[in-house]
């Protein structure tokens, strides 16, 4: 059985490929979430005046990732500080969002995000808030740095590399 949970890292084409080479990650697609307009196109998004933010959709296997270093793997690719502003993205559509559409999860949603605030000692721009409404972003958005290796992407080589070995079972523990 999967799981998901939605995520809003900044610019949807690097957040989709960095969460998708995290091990037990099954599917991921970008898209549109938490807005106001019935099927949003990229071009009224990128206005600003739909409410969307850019969105990972994450399916994953609990069994293999566990929804706490899911976060916690989340959270090293965003500035959690910066409010609608990721790298040289900004508007609200880039800002940052953990969104849920299970209650359950969202004790361990908490739990990672009050230890980040925690750490950081400063409050946090994440918003975290069931999920409303998401809508498939157009194919040319989906697994868009698999199909333009040279294209725009505001995480880092080091980053992916991270997100490759960040829940190998001898992998990174932090």
Known sequence: ???DIYLAAGCFWGAEHYLKCIRGVVKT??????????????????TDTTGYAE?????????????DRLIQVYFKAIDPTSLNQ???DVGTRYRTGIYYT???????????????????????AVEVKPLKNF???????????AKNPQGYCHISPA???FARTANDPAGDSD
């Open 1 to 3: 059985m999967t799981k």
């Open 29 to 46: 697609e970008t898209g549109y979430a938490n807005g106001n307009i019935a099927y949003p196109t990229y071009r009224e998004v990128y």
């Open 55 to 67: 969105t990972v959709h994450v399916v994953y296997d609990p069994d293999m990732l566990g929804l």
């Open 86 to 88: 990721q790298g040289e």
């Open 102 to 124: 299970d209650p359950a999860d969202l004790p361990a949603i908490r739990r990672i995000y009050d230890r980040v605030a925690g750490e950081l000692k400063l409050p946090l």
């Open 135 to 145: 809508y498939r972003a157009e194919e040319c958005h989906q697994d868009y740095l």
């Open 159 to 161: 980053l992916m590399e």
